[in-house]
């Protein structure tokens, strides 16, 4: 199992005394779980069993209220409510696309937003989380990059914005939970706002809970991290967290490169695909993703379409053709449909799978790259009208 040992090294730099305040459940690690239950007072020799119990309450059934857990003695559970809460980001505004697409904003700590988009499809329905507020890289192409960072997301604001959306799907299972493949939320994807690989360990610690058997209890097969190409954090992701990998590839020469994707200064082509080439052995999973973004007259030559097949040889790949999503003041434009398919007919007669993104949510300006846009209108809209915008 991928990521137990540095879990326990994390938690031992908690101390044994619990901060004034009431402390958040929600996004401690098991282990860190029975920590927070000690220095409350619980005996060490019941922590585990009662961590289970908590556990299992607040991730396999969605209950908020510790009056609820009545597996537990009521006096402890009244104890439980005065030092504890079960706190989830605030949901501010929910718009639903006419193509079923679902964008969330929500609120967390400090009065800061992130969007959730929730994308249903036919065999099943993916939920986008964001990692960050804001994003310190500075793409070119995508708006979250002229937002600055603001901060890296907790543990819990992250596996918080599953189970709201859990909670707006209706999806707290009864006994005889859905299997995954008929859930509603079956899916996560990381490519919200944010690079996940610069905020390694809350995103891991996120997606344990997320994984765990005995709670959400999503498959690893069923989460994919997608990454600008944070080249020193990718043997740890296999390692840590063992979920698929994305990657925004994006060009096919360092030079073209260097301007979308600027890490590509730090971790060029080359080395990233070093180490893209060892992530599906260390993960024990089948293909990584290439996101290539179609940018007209960019990167969407018929020659671009060969290098790209020339340079992943040898690495099990898809790659996913994301036709451009403009936002305002966007320098580049999208690549004509004729060109994009022109392209995915070179990957595809190379022998790789090479869908093209249907752009989900465009009306409500939820699909990919347009988030910071979204958050921008949607504070406008309140300022000029506060009741509105709330659901
Ligand atoms: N920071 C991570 C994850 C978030 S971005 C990363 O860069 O991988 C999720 C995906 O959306 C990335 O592949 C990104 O390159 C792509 N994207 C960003 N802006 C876009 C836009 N305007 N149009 C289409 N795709 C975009
Ligand atoms: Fe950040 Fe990803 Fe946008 Fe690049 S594409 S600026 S890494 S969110």
Redesign the pocket.
Known sequence: MPGTAPITQDFLTIPRKLPEGPVNLVGLTRAQLRETLIAQGTPEKQAKMRAGQIWQWIYQWGVRDFAEMTNLSKAYRAELAKRFVIEMPQVVSRQVSADGTRKYLMRIAGGHEVEVVYIPEADRGTLCISS?V??????S??????QKLVRNLTAGEIVGQVMVARDDLGEWPERGAPKNETRLLSNIVL?????PL?NFENVRDAMQIVMDPEGIQLSRRRITL???GVVPEIARTAREIGCLLAV?FHATTDEVRDKL???NKKWNIETLLDALRDYPRLSNSERITFEYVMLKGVNDSDADARRLVQLIKGIPAKINLIPFNEWPGAPYERSDWGRIEAFADIIHKAGYASPIRTPRGEDIMAAC?Q?KSATERARNARRESPAEART
Do not use: A, K, R
């Not at 804001?134 to 793409?139: A, E, H, K, M, S």
């Not at 490519?191 to 690079?195: A, F, K, R, T, V």
């Open positions: 960050q804001g994003c310190t890289l500075t793409c192409f995508c708006h979250t990059g002229t490519m919200g706002m944010g690079e610069y997608s990454t600008s925004s994707v600027p890490i790259g988030l």
